[in-house]
C-alpha cells in the first residue's frame, strides 16, 4: 500500500521537524532554568514546560519506533517529572546532567533521518539521569490535601503536577482562592487570557476549570484555582469585573484569620496595555509552498506590466477615456500588488537569532576542543533575513567562525603574554544596510599573518610573484581556491574548507564577503546579503545588442560619460568619479561577446557597488525599471561567472540577470 | 458519518491519530489543536466521540472530561483519553470523571481501531 507509505513518509518528517522544534525550546527553557538554579527560585511554569517537551519527545519518538530518542526522553522525562513535583532538588550537578541529555537529544534528532546510532552514549546518559533522581531525591514531608478543605470536585480534576503546586503554595503561606467568571462562547479564550494574565501578577494560577454557563449555551464558566498572598478583597478590585467572584477556600485557614490588615488596593492601570497571549499563534509552513507563493506574485506582477502597457496603447490608439480608467485601475491593482509582494515576502523572514544561537553552540565546543577561552557576544539578533539565505550561510558562517578560533584566537598563555585579556571575544553582529543585511564576525586575535598567507600562496603556485602585493590584494589570497594556511597533519579546520568554498556559498545567495585584518589585533569578516531573493526591482540595460538586468539594489547612479574622460591605467580603462577612480567594465569583453560599441562618443556608464567596491559598467541603452523574478538557469550554468539567473520580462523575451558581485569580484581582481 | 473530535497539541500526533482512523470507513474528524479549540467546536459540531490527550496547555485533559461529562448536551458522548505512559493517576481521575477508555501513548492503532468500533455498533 504505497499510499500509507507515503503517509508514513510525511508523517516522519513532520516528526523531525516537531522535534526539531520541541529540542530548540528545551535548548531556550534550560538556559533560563540555569540562571534561576542557583537562587533556588524558579518559575514553576518553566519546570513545567521542559517537562512538558521532553514528554511531548517521548510520545512522539516511542510512535515512529526511534527507540533511542525515546529512551533518552522517557528518562529525561522521569527527572524532570520528579524535579517538577519537588520530588527533586534543582542544583548544578541536576543541571549539568539536563544539559548533556539535551545535547545527545539534539544530536540523535539531527541524525535521525540517517544511520547515526549512539547506544554507548545514550546508556551513559540514562545512567547519569537516574543517578541524579536518587540522589536528590527530597524527604517529602507531605502534608495531605484533604486537610486543606478544598472542595472534592476542584480536586477532582487537578492533575498530579497540579495538586503538586497547590501544596507548594500552601507551604509557601499562599491562601487558596477560587476565581468564578462567566464569559462570551465566542470570546472566552481573550477574557479568560486577560484574567489569568491579571492573576499571574500576584500569584500563581493553579487550574483552570471550564463548566457550561447557564442560560442560552451562549456562555462558559471558568473556576480558576489560585494561589496568592493578597486578600479577597484586594483581588476582587484586582479583576474589577462583573461575573467575577472571588471566594477564598482553605476553610482552616479562614477561621484562623481574625481581620485582615487594611491594605490599599494594587493599581490596576495595566489592565489597558495587556497582551493576553498564553497560547501560541502560529501556524508552521513549508516553505516550497511559500515559493510556489512568491512565483505566482511573480506572475501577477508581470500580468500588471501588460496592463500598464495595453493602457498606454490604448491612448496612443484615441481612447483616451478607456485608458484613463484602465491605467487607475492598473495603478491601485499595483498598490495592492506590492502589499502582497511584501506580505508574502514578510512570512519568509526569521530572525537571525536562531543561527545566532547555533553558533554559540558551535563556540563552545571548538573552543574547549582547542583548549582556547573564547567568548562570543552577538548583536542585532532581532535582523530579519529570508528563511533559505539562513539555511545556506549556516555552513559558511561556522566555518568563518571555525577559522577564527583556530587561526585568529591564540591560546590563553600567549594571550597573557601580549598583555591581552585570557579569554578572547569573537562579537558576531548582523543589522541592516539599506537593501542589504550585513552579518559581522569580529574577533580579538592575532589577525591575519600576511607573510604565512604569501609563503603559502607561493608554495602552492597560485601566484608567481609576492612582492608587489598590497594589503588587500594578500587578503584576497585567502579567497582562492585550493588555499588553506593550517599547517597540522590532522586538520582541525576541516578537510579542504577555504575560505573560497565559503566564499562561493554566500555567492550563490547573491552575497558577497570581505576580510580586515589589523596584525595583532584582530580579523574582521564581513558578509553582506540581500534581505530577499525573490522579486527584485531591475535596470533594464542593453550591451553589444543584448539585454541584461541589473538589480537596483546594487545600480549606485547611473551617469553619461565622454570618451575623452575616459583614462587608461595599466590596462585598465577608469574615470574619475568626483574625488575616486572609477573602473569601467564592458560587458562585451568581459563576457567574450564580439562586437564592442566602442564607437560611440558618449555613453551611460551603470555605477554598481556592493559593499565597499565599485564598478562602472558601459552600456548601450537604458530601457528602464522593472520589477523581475529571478529564476534560476540551472546546474549546467552554476559556474558561470557574472550572472546570477535569468529573468522573464513578461514579452515572452527572457534576459539574464546580472550577478554584480561576482563581476566586481572578478573585475577588481584584475581578470575582466 | 460518524464525527469524531480529537484534543490534542501535537501536530504530529494529531495527525498520526487521524490517519489511523481516516483508513476506517464511516468516520470524519473534527480537529483540536487544544482544549480552548475544543471548547470552541463542541457547540458547532455534532460529535458523537471524543479523543483527548491529559497534558494540554490551557485546559487540561481532565478538565475537558469534567466540562463536558457536567453539560447536558455532552453528557453521553463516548470519551477516550490518549495519554503518555506515567500519568496513571492522571488516568484513573480521568476514568472516575466518566472517560469510557483510556490508551497509551504510543498507541497501537489497531486497538483503537477496535475500541472505535465497538462503541459504534
Given at each position: 500500500m504505497t499510499d500509507s507509505n507515503e503517509q508514513m513518509g510525511k508523517a516522519v518528517k513532520d516528526f523531525l521537524a516537531e522535534a526539531e522544534e520541541i529540542i530548540d525550546q528545551l535548548s531556550r527553557d534550560l538556559l533560563g532554568l540555569s540562571d534561576c538554579a542557583e537562587s533556588g527560585d524558579c518559575n514553576p511554569d518553566l519546570v513545567n514546560s521542559v517537562f512538558r517537551g521532553a514528554h511531548s519527545l517521548k510520545g512522539?519518538?516511542?510512535?515512529?519506533?526511534?527507540?533511542?530518542?525515546?529512551?533518552?526522553?522517557?528518562?529525561?522525562?522521569?527527572?524532570?517529572?520528579?524535579?517538577?513535583?519537588?520530588?527533586?532538588?534543582?542544583?548544578?550537578?541536576?543541571?549539568?546532567?539536563?544539559?548533556?541529555?539535551?545535547?545527545?537529544?539534539?544530536?540523535?534528532?539531527?541524525?535521525?533521518?540517517?544511520?547515526?546510532s549512539d547506544a554507548s552514549a545514550v546508556a551513559q546518559v540514562v545512567a547519569r539521569i537516574n543517578a541524579c533522581s536518587t540522589a536528590g531525591r527530597k524527604v517529602d514531608a507531605a502534608s495531605p490535601l484533604d486537610k486543606l478543605g478544598i472542595p472534592e470536585k476542584v480536586l477532582s480534576t487537578l492533575t498530579e503536577y497540579e495538586e503538586h503546586r497547590l501544596l507548594e503554595n500552601t507551604k509557601k503561606g499562599r491562601k487558596i482562592y477560587s476565581v468564578r467568571a462567566s464569559f462570551n462562547l465566542?470570546?472566552?479564550?481573550?477574557?479568560?487570557?486577560?484574567?489569568?494574565?491579571?492573576?499571574?501578577?500576584?500569584?500563581?494560577?493553579?487550574?483552570?476549570?471550564?463548566s457550561s454557563g447557564g442560560g442560552l449555551g451562549l456562555s462558559i464558566d471558568f473556576e480558576i484555582l489560585y494561589g496568592s498572598e493578597k486578600s479577597t478583597d484586594e483581588i476582587t478590585t484586582m479583576v474589577e469585573g462583573e461575573n467575577i467572584t472571588v471566594t477564598r477556600l482553605d476553610v482552616a485557614a479562614q477561621e484562623a484569620a481574625v481581620s485582615e490588615p487594611a491594605e490599599l488596593p494594587s493599581s490596576t492601570s495595566d489592565e489597558a496595555s495587556l497582551t493576553a497571549k498564553s497560547?501560541?499563534?502560529?501556524?508552521?509552513?513549508?516553505?516550497?509552498?511559500?515559493?510556489?507563493?512568491?512565483?505566482?506574485?511573480?506572475?501577477?506582477?508581470?500580468?500588471?506590466?501588460?496592463?500598464?502597457?495595453?493602457?498606454?496603447?490604448?491612448?496612443?490608439?484615441?481612447?483616451?477615456?478607456?485608458?484613463?480608467?484602465?491605467?487607475?485601475?492598473?495603478?491601485?491593482?499595483?498598490?495592492?500588488?506590492?502589499?502582497?509582494?511584501?506580505?508574502?515576502?514578510?512570512?519568509?523572514?526569521?530572525?537571525?537569532?536562531?543561527?545566532?544561537?547555533?553558533?554559540?553552540?558551535?563556540?563552545?565546543?571548538?573552543?574547549?576542543?582547542q583548549g582556547k577561552k573564547v567568548e562570543l557576544k552577538t548583536f542585532g539578533a532581532d535582523t530579519e533575513l529570508d528563511?533559505?539565505?539562513?539555511?545556506?550561510?549556516?555552513?559558511?558562517?561556522?566555518?568563518?567562525?571555525?577559522?577564527?578560533?583556530?587561526?585568529?584566537?591564540?591560546?590563553?598563555?600567549?594571550?597573557?603574554?601580549?598583555?591581552?585579556?585570557?579569554?578572547?571575544?569573537?562579537r558576531l553582529s548582523s543589522f541592516q544596510k539599506g537593501n542589504h543585511v550585513v552579518i559581522d564576525v569580529e574577533d580579538d586575535g592575532r589577525g591575519v599573518e600576511l607573510e604565512k598567507v604569501k609563503r603559502k600562496a607561493l608554495e602552492k603556485g597560485l601566484i608567481s610573484d609576492a612582492t608587489f602585493l598590497s594589503e588587500r590584494e594578500a587578503l584576497d589570497l585567502l579567497f582562492m581556491p585550493g588555499f588553506s594556511t593550517s599547517d597540522k597533519v590532522s586538520d582541525i579546520s576541516g578537510r579542504g574548507v577555504g575560505m573560497d568554498v565559503v566564499k562561493n556559498n554566500i555567492a550563490a545567495v547573491s552575497g558577497m564577503v570581505d576580510i580586515e585584518s589589523r596584525p595583532g589585533e584582530g580579523c574582521r569578516v564581513t558578509i553582506t546579503l540581500p534581505i530577499t531573493l525573490a522579486i527584485i526591482k531591475a535596470l533594464i540595460i542593453t550591451?553589444?545588442?543584448?539585454?541584461?538586468?541589473?538589480p537596483i539594489t546594487s545600480v549606485q547612479e547611473t551617469i553619461m560619460v565622454e570618451r575623452k574622460d575616459v583614462l587608461t591605467v595599466e590596462r585598465k580603462e577608469v574615470i574619475q568619479l568626483r574625488n575616486a577612480t572609477l573602473p569601467l567594465l564592458r560587458l562585451g569583453s568581459f563576457f567574450e561577446i564580439a562586437g564592442t560599441s566602442d564607437s560611440l562618443d558618449t555613453y551611460y556608464v551603470v555605477v554598481v557597488g556592493v559593499a565597499e567596491k565599485r564598478?562602472?559598467?558601459?552600456?548601450?541603452?537604458?530601457?528602464?525599471q522593472q520589477d523581475i523574478v529571478i529564476k534560476s538557469i540551472g546546474e549546467t550554468f552554476k559556474g558561470f561567472k557574472g550572472i546570477s539567473g535569468a529573468a522573464d520580462l513578461g514579452d515572452q523575451r527572457t534576459i539574464l540577470v546580472l550577478d554584480v558581485g561576482g563581476i566586481i569580484s572578478e573585475a577588481t581582481r584584475g581578470n575582466g | 458519518m460518524k464525527k469524531i473530535l480529537i484534543t490534542e497539541d501535537s501536530a504530529t500526533m494529531r495527525s498520526l491519530l487521524v490517519s489511523t482512523i481516516e483508513s476506517m470507513d464511516g468516520f470524519e474528524i473534527v480537529e483540536a489543536g487544544s482544549g480552548f479549540e475544543a471548547l470552541r467546536l463542541l457547540p458547532r459540531e455534532k460529535v458523537d466521540l471524543i479523543i483527548t490527550d491529559i497534558n494540554m496547555p490551557d485546559i487540561n485533559g481532565l478538565e475537558l472530561i469534567s466540562y463536558v461529562r457536567n453539560n447536558p448536551n455532552y453528557q453521553t458522548i463516548p470519551l477516550f483519553i490518549i495519554s503518555t505512559e506515567g500519568s496513571e493517576k492522571d488516568m484513573e481521575k480521568g476514568l472516575a470523571l466518566g472517560a469510557n477508555e483510556y490508551l497509551v501513548k504510543p498507541f497501537n492503532p489497531a486497538r483503537l481501531q477496535e475500541l472505535i468500533r465497538r462503541y459504534f455498533r
Open positions: 512522539l519518538a516511542g510512535m515512529f519506533g526511534f527507540s533511542e530518542i525515546a529512551e533518552l526522553s522517557h528518562n529525561l522525562e522521569n527527572l524532570l517529572d520528579s524535579l517538577r513535583l519537588g520530588k527533586v532538588s534543582l542544583d548544578q550537578g541536576t543541571m549539568g546532567v539536563l544539559f548533556d541529555s539535551m545535547d545527545l537529544l539534539g544530536s540523535l534528532v539531527r541524525g535521525a533521518g540517517s544511520e547515526f465566542a470570546t472566552f479564550d481573550q477574557d479568560l487570557g486577560e484574567l489569568v494574565e491579571v492573576l499571574k501578577r500576584s500569584g500563581e494560577v493553579i487550574s483552570t476549570l471550564p497560547f501560541s499563534q502560529t501556524v508552521r509552513v513549508d516553505i516550497a509552498k511559500l515559493d510556489e507563493l512568491m512565483n505566482i506574485v511573480g506572475e501577477l506582477v508581470l500580468c500588471h506590466s501588460t496592463i500598464s502597457e495595453l493602457a498606454l496603447r490604448m491612448k496612443r490608439d484615441g481612447f483616451s477615456t478607456l485608458a484613463l480608467e484602465l491605467s487607475k485601475a492598473a495603478k491601485s491593482l499595483d498598490r495592492k500588488l506590492n502589499e502582497l509582494q511584501k506580505g508574502v515576502m514578510e512570512i519568509r523572514m526569521i530572525p537571525v537569532g536562531q543561527l545566532f544561537e547555533k553558533m554559540s553552540r558551535i563556540v563552545r565546543k571548538i573552543s574547549k576542543e528563511k533559505l539565505i539562513i539555511e545556506d550561510i549556516s555552513d559558511p558562517l561556522m566555518h568563518i567562525i571555525r577559522n577564527s578560533i583556530d587561526h585568529g584566537i591564540e591560546t590563553p598563555e600567549e594571550r597573557a603574554r601580549q598583555g591581552k585579556d585570557e579569554k578572547g571575544t569573537i550591451s553589444v545588442g543584448r539585454t541584461y538586468a541589473i564598478l562602472g559598467i558601459v552600456v548601450d541603452d537604458l530601457l528602464g | -
